[in-house]
């Protein structure tokens, strides 16, 4: 980096970076190390040094760190709490209570714990500004600068004083804790930075605890100048010579410490104000001496007061805020050479908008919202509803719009915006002419349009997201409105109808230009982007319970029927979360009850899973269905888990009890190897057959049989006796027949033909024999087949080994021989 010269104060000075050489070749010197050095806080002190240093550095406390800051406003509690305490104990020690002694011993070692964290804090370099993060920089900054005043303040000066024999000289050492004022004051400091806090409270605040604390600590001297002559002296002390009234003073050390403070501190303030009532006053020279500088400290105290608030009402007036900011304006032209047409106008737009003082936003800052939302309708509304942009739009809309601009003014040749850059602020037209200039590849300038009064721009940029394509010029003076673009994409997402008509006059505004033109496809892609957002937003809205966010979705043009990425609906969520309201709004929507997800569940389904029966019953009422795609495996799955509660409900919402999974076993199956008495009886009083059999042959009796389960074997055989009565003669297979008849699926091909010769088959009853099954095949396929295949090609001769729901294949004699 090279000096030169500034262009104010022969102190300043400023630094150009030098210009790169291409030629350099090294790692270390090249623009990427660079770069990564300068990014990094603490890269760059430990390049080319040992392992051990750069361990080191892992044992750094970085200032800015979460920890570091919890830390440092809890020594900044202690540091006031040891601020206010240091003055009593050296003025009130021969009567303080042992628990503050046991509160500033815990403070002393907390302040010992800060001296080592001190060592291993980073800092910034006051020059460079760059974190330094070397263990033995940090060090050596800190012995320099507060290392032995903070390690002095800890020691422990009562235990000292007793060593040496009570001599009070040792105790004046205490004040050197007094350095802890420091960081308090480093608090005010940051405190006066934040710009979220108002300046002028920060320095009233300050002042104030200045004056409280001189007055805090003469209150302690004054009393231990009392307590320190020699008991038979005492009584020639302020407080030992003091009678208010009819109440005497004489024996001062036996009245209550809060007592004697107060008084100590009455005695301060009456003469740092210098009333002199005479009630309190000097008895003896050590008094009268320390009462003469205290109150010459009192004279410039005041001063200092005055001073202050003096400058800080003078700083607070308008005239002198411009003056501030014109001043650092032209330092910062003069120290960057600005040229002087953008002078000209820096200056001329600040003093416009000084002059124009009616247009400050801070005048209705003491006013509250609801007046000042009225007081923008009157203003801005009749220039807003003349925009085409918003022609259409509800009034609603349109209100959200007015109470949010704020107002600005523009001199001629300002440019407003320019071409390709990213836009940030949507302007209207109140007064005034602008022009908007389109500037080609080789920097020509064509103007594309005028912009008059109830005019906008910006709005292409901002509703498509896509650079500015054009400049905006001032050419007469302006007043223009503005809304800042994410308050605005905030209004359009919840007015989305709005939203919707203000995309369509943005394209038929725009249809004479053709420049403007090219961009409906990104309108159109805007448009999609907006209904999946929103159909997200009423999903969400429904499975939090939102019913009245839900309608405003909807009335804002949602579509309650969109599904989200799973295929779930707002019905899915409502009926999964039990919400009754949300789901009979749904409903009364028109919506989908039916609507399954790409799991395979319904909202019926959602609602048994979790519970919610009224739901559950809302929906059937309404002719909702289970929709269980695999209701078999579905139903044998929560028989083999246990849960009674789903299977009841299932099976009341109309679930068939005697569906089957892929080893065709039943509920019943299940339950009977489980012994589950409780959850067979409810499948026996759902109707389910103690005859199904399963692809081996078994029915739920050999299960039970099996498992050993009495209980279970009882109940089944009951449940056979009473089907067996009412088909008397008859046998167990032929019960199951009557009762469960098998079907098949038979298609008209090859099972291992190619996909051209697939056709459509047909799903038929199993008969009581083979010829029956083919002849009834060739009638229903109008075919041709003489026997029927498996899937894996393998020849069925006999019915029996067909199972229920098995796909079979009808074929000819030739079709076997080709394949």
Known sequence: MTPRAATEGPTEIEYELEEMKEGIT??????????????????????????????????????DGRWYDIWKHTILVVAVYSSFFTPMEFGFFRGLPKKLFMLDVAGQILFLVDIVLQFR??????????????????????????????????????????????????????????????????????????????????????????????????????????????????????????????????QFRDIDLSKRYLTSLYFAIVTMATVGYGDIHAVNTREMIFIMVYVSFDMILGAY????????????????????????????????????????????????????????????????VSIRSKISESLYKPYIENIPLFKGCSSEFIHQIVIRLQEEFFLPGEVVMEQGNAVDQLYFVCHGVL????????????????????????????????????????????????IDKQLFANILQIYFVDGRRVLSNLLEGNESNSRIKQLESDITFHISKQEAELALRMNSAAYHGELNQLKGFIRAGADPRKTDYDGRSPLHLAASKGYEDITLFLIQEGVDINL???????????????????????????????????????????????????????????????????????????????????????????????????RWGNTPLDEVRKSGSRSVLRLLEDAKSEELSKFPGQSSREIQEKMHPRKCTVFPFHPWGSEDEKKEGIMLWIPKTMEDLIRTSKEQLNCAGSFILSEDGGRILDVDMISDGQKVYLVKERDTTAK
């Not at 608030?309 to 032209?333: C, H, N, Q, W």
């Not at 005028?450 to 050419?475: A, D, H, K, W």
């Open 121 to 250: 804090l980073a800092y910034r370099d006051p020059h460079t500004y760059r974190m330094v993060c070397e263990p033995s920089s940090i060090a050596l900054r800190y012995v320099k600068s507060g290392f032995i005043v903070d390690f002095l303040g800890c020691l422990p000066w009562d235990v000292i004083y007793k060593v040496c024999g009570y001599k009070e000289e040792v105790r004046y050492l205490l004040w050197i804790r007094l350095s802890r004022v420091r960081k308090v004051a480093e608090f005010f400091k940051r405190l006066e930075k934040n710009i979220r806090i108002n300046y002028l409270f920060t320095r009233i605040v300050k002042l104030i605890v200045v004056e409280l604390y001189c007055t805090h600590t003469a209150a302690c001297i004054f009393y231990y100048l009392a307590t320190t002559l020699p008991a038979s002296m005492e009584g020639y002390t302020w407080i030992g010579s003091l009678k208010l009234g009819n109440y005497s003073y004489t």
């Open 435 to 482: 022009e908007g200039v389109g500037i080609g590849e080789d920097g020509t300038e064509e103007t594309i349009l005028q912009l008059e009064p109830n005019c906008s721009f910006g709005e292409i940029s901002i509703l498509c997201n896509i650079p500015q394509p054009y400049t905006v010029r001032v050419c007469e003076l302006c007043r223009l409105l503005r």
């Open 26 to 63: 090294s790692s270390r010197g090249s623009r990427l190390a660079l770069l990564a050095r300068n990014l990094d806080p603490c890269i760059g002190r430990f390049d080319g040094r040992s392992s051990r240093a750069k361990a080191l550095s892992r044992w750094i406390i970085s200032p």
């Open 596 to 694: 399954s997800d790409k799991f395979g569940n319904t909202p019926l389904l959602e609602a048994i899973k979790y519970g919610h029966d009224r739901v559950a019953s809302l929906l059937f009422k309404n002719g909702a269905k289970l929709g269980l795609s695999d209701a078999g495996s579905q139903l044998c799955s929560a028989v083999a888990k246990g849960d009674a509660d789903f299977l009841k409900r299932v099976l009341s919402f109309g679930a068939d009890p005697n569906s089957k999974d892929y080893d065709h076993r039943t509920p019943l199956h299940i339950a009977a190897a489980e012994g589950l008495n409780l959850i067979a009886k409810m499948l026996l009083e759902a109707g389910a057959s103690v005859f199904a059999m399963d």
């Open 305 to 368: 007061l005055i001073g202050n608030m003096t400058a800080l009402i003078v700083k607070g007036s308008k005239t002198e805020r411009f003056r501030d900011r014109m001043t650092d304006l032209i330092k910062y032209m003069n120290r960057n050479k600005l040229e002087k047409e953008i002078r000209d106008q820096i200056k001329g737009h600040v003093r416009l908008q000084y002059e124009s003082s009616y247009t400050e936003a801070s005048v209705l800052h003491d006013i509250p």
